[in-house]
């Protein structure tokens, strides 16, 4: 009797563990379009913690904000390297910028022909991963043909207006020349903006995300008991994730994979909600800071504060826009697209890497895109600024095109803004047209 009622539950465990790994493969399929056997799903790389930024080499610019220091390295993963060609492994210059050339940089023929490329982070990585996509395209055209472009990379992660025309300023004044800017914008203007404001940041100062680290570094007691308990809670969080990514990877079991990825996505949901909520933690107000950052000009809502978001944008880049016109160069600005304001129709694959409602983000951007939109629309066109809407440019095509739950691209998203981008300039008024 014994034996038999032994038999009947392994036969029920078998059973049980079979119609778990032939559901899980289903599942599996219908998420990603692949057998779990052949192909591997990958995960995002993890957003920085606040931390994460101290140990990379930033510091305080007195005139710029944040920026890099002189030197540190800048690692582009294999997904988004075209061929064996790009380097792995970048440095900053000597203004902190990612470039291979320093800063002022000047021509060494004439048949050079300067672009200056300004932005956030999304900037950052087109200059590394779009750009070369988009003077290979327009190298095609006839007035390019006897030029050399030389791209050069003025991005940095967490810019925003009206940072990219202080930057600007500051290298025409350091006597830097160009033929074309093009500035790769939008983002950060709106979630980094709303974020200063609930920090009590007025919206036109550096990011709060950005600078706050370095503010607590001198001022050690503005990490509160509160900051450090939450602080504790995404590093926790981070190493699960860690931890959790290494055994999926190990992992060739279906069914265990389910669960495991379940599991994953709860953990990343509570370090993306906790990212947030740091990020919004007051610190204590030191006695004499040594870093002040302005608070709110006025007291506003949250529609009053994206209608004066839209306002810096736009009046920073309408500067830019006169001092370049005045220097006979070209300035085109770019608002890029993000997953949050779009009409695209997500695999469910895309949609787990691209999508999350738990990001601190989402909100900002549903809001305060349009305004972004309409501003580029009226003022920066009505002042004869070459402006680009480009938030649909990613919408038709098949393939991934989000690299993560924030903003960024993937190679293919990289391709597209690039040619969107060379189409727009060769389309619009300069010296290449006839």
Same mark, same amino acid.
Request: charged share 15%; net charge neutral.
């Given at each position: 009797m014994a034996s038999r009622a032994a038999a009947r539950l392994l036969t029920s465990v078998v059973v049980f563990t079979l119609c778990a790994e032939l559901l899980a493969? #289903? $599942?599996?399929y219908v998420e990603t379009g692949a057998l779990f056997y052949t192909r591997r799903r990958t995960y995002q790389a993890l957003l920085p913690t606040?931390?994460?930024r101290l140990v990379v080499g930033e510091a $305080?610019?007195?005139?710029?904000?944040v920026t890099h220091r002189p030197g540190t390295p800048f690692d582009i993963p294999a997904s988004l390297r075209a061929n064996s060609t790009v380097p792995a492994r970048l440095r900053t210059n000597n203004f902190g910028f990612v470039s291979p050339h320093d800063y002022p940089f000047t021509r060494t023929a004439e048949r050079q022909f300067v672009v200056g490329l300004f932005g956030g982070s999304v900037g950052l990585w087109f200059c590394q991963v779009g750009a070369p996509r988009m003077v290979e395209h327009l190298a095609r055209h006839p007035f390019f043909r006897t030029r050399d472009i030389v791209p050069l990379c003025f991005s940095h992660e967490g810019y925003k207006q009206p940072q990219q025309a202080l930057v600007l300023a500051y290298f025409l004044s350091r006597g830097q020349r160009f033929d074309l800017v093009v500035n790769l914008d939008g983002f950060n203007d709106v979630a980094l903006g709303a974020f200063n404001h609930e920090r009590g940041y007025d919206a036109s100062m550096p990011s709060v995300q950005h600078l706050d680290p370095l503010v607590n570094l001198v001022n050690q007691? #503005? !990490? %509160?008991? @509160?900051? !450090?308990e939450s602080l504790a809670a995404i590093f926790r969080d981070r190493r *699960? !994730?860690? =931890? !959790? %990514?290494? *055994?999926i990877a190990a992992n060739r079991i279906a069914s265990v994979d389910f669960a495991l990825d379940r599991y994953y996505r709860r953990v990343l949901d509570r370090y993306t909600r906790e990212l947030g909520r740091f990020a919004t933690l007051p610190s204590n107000p030191p006695e004499n800071p040594l870093i002040q950052a302005t608070p709110p000009v006025r007291p506003k809502d949250r529609a009053a504060l994206f209608a004066e978001i839209a306002d810096i944008w736009a009046q920073s880049s309408r500067l830019m826009h006169e001092m370049l016109? =005045? *220097?006979?160069? $070209?300035?085109v600005h770019v608002l890029q697209p993000n997953q949050y304001y779009t009409s695209r129709r997500f695999s469910k694959a895309e949609a787990a890497t691209a999508l999350s409602d738990a990001s601190p983000y989402k909100p900002s951007v549903e809001q305060?895109?349009?305004?972004? #939109?309409? #501003?580029?629309?009226? @003022?920066l066109r009505a002042r004869n600024v070459r402006f680009f809407d480009a938030t649909r440019v990613l919408d038709g095509e098949p393939a991934p095109v989000y690299m993560d739950n924030c903003c960024h691209y993937t190679l293919t998203g990289n391709y597209l803004l690039a040619e969107f981008i060379a189409a727009s300039i060769l389309n619009g008024p300069g010296p290449w047209q006839p």
């Open positions: 493969l #289903a $599942v599996y606040p931390e994460d $305080v610019h007195p005139y710029f904000g007691s #503005a !990490l %509160t008991p @509160q900051k !450090l *699960r !994730l860690a =931890a !959790l %990514t290494d *055994r016109d =005045a *220097r006979g160069a $070209v300035y305060g895109y349009p305004l972004l #939109a309409a #501003a580029g629309a009226s @003022q």
